[in-house]
């Protein structure tokens, strides 16, 4: 499993256009990391957010493992590395986890 890591992107705050900044500039990020066919499944990891972000958040995930299928894509919403990296072994040990945005904060995965 490959994790890409978008905590740290330039994310826009509106819901909307946080949608398009992820469409625009990391979706490719994904599809690529599928392109030589060595990876199995890949976890994209967000930063917190709040609720307003789960839905476009979810479906760009969705429609993202649709594409890869068979092989799997999901999503950790959270800023704990630990659980962060917990989260990743679980999914390593669940081959038919896909399309699903998991949060891993104690606050459910919302920014503070």
Do not use: T
């Given at each position: 499993m490959i994790a890409?890591?978008?905590?740290?992107?330039?994310?826009?705050?509106?819901?909307?256009?946080?949608?398009?900044?992820?469409?625009?500039?990391l979706a490719s990020r994904v599809r690529a990391a599928f392109?030589?066919?060595?990876?199995?499944?890949?976890?994209?990891?967000?930063?917190?957010?709040?609720h307003a972000h789960r839905a476009w958040r979810l479906?760009?995930?969705?429609?993202?493992?649709?594409?890869?299928?068979?092989k799997r894509v999901n999503a950790i919403a959270g800023s704990d590395d630990d659980a962060i990296r917990q989260t990743?072994?679980?999914l390593e040990k669940a081959p038919g986890v896909t399309?699903?945005?998991?949060?891993?904060?104690?606050?459910?995965?919302e920014a503070r």
């Open positions: 890409l890591d978008f905590r740290s992107a330039a994310w826009p705050p509106a819901p909307l256009d946080a949608a398009g900044y992820f469409y625009r500039e392109a030589d066919g060595a990876e199995e499944a890949v976890a994209v990891i967000y930063p917190p957010a709040g479906a760009a995930i969705q429609e993202l493992a649709r594409e890869a299928a068979p990743l072994a679980w399309g699903q945005l998991l949060a891993v904060d104690a606050i459910a995965g």
